[in-house]
């Protein structure tokens, strides 16, 4: 099993930043790809960033240029750093790893952009 904690959301002015972590723990010894996804109230859920073991990033067309994935493979961390926010990034942010065979979430941590 694996489990996933995020944690650093809050409430930010727009153009502000807030940095998300992602505690891994378990079995990830499988996982070949750490990503970020994000669900807003209404709409579907969609992978935001994704980082794959060769380190190796990618990112949705929204977001691109403002947030940054990345992982420290010691301490089992996924991070996002988010620059330059705004209201339509509110959402609940997930931590996700994918093996061959399933996708892993976390519960998610409540981002909201408001002024």
């Known amino acids: 099993q694996v489990q996933l904690t995020e944690s650093g959301g809050g409430l930010v002015q727009p153009g502000g930043s807030l940095r998300l972590s992602c505690a891994a723990s378990?079995?990830?010894?499988?996982?070949?790809?750490w990503g970020w996804g994000r669900q807003a109230p209404g709409r579907q859920r969609e992978l935001v960033a994704r980082?794959?073991?060769?380190?190796?990033?990618n990112y949705a067309d929204s977001v691109k240029g403002r947030f940054t994935i990345s992982r420290d493979k010691v301490k089992n961390m996924v991070y996002l750093q988010m620059n330059s926010l705004k209201p339509e990034d509110t959402a609940l942010y997930y931590c996700?790893?994918?093996?061959?065979?399933?996708?892993?979430w976390g519960q998610g941590t409540q981002v909201t952009v408001s002024s």
């Open positions: 996700n790893g994918n093996s061959s065979w399933y996708a892993y």
């Open positions: 378990g079995s990830i010894w499988p996982i070949y790809a």
């Open positions: 980082i794959t073991s060769g380190g190796s990033t």
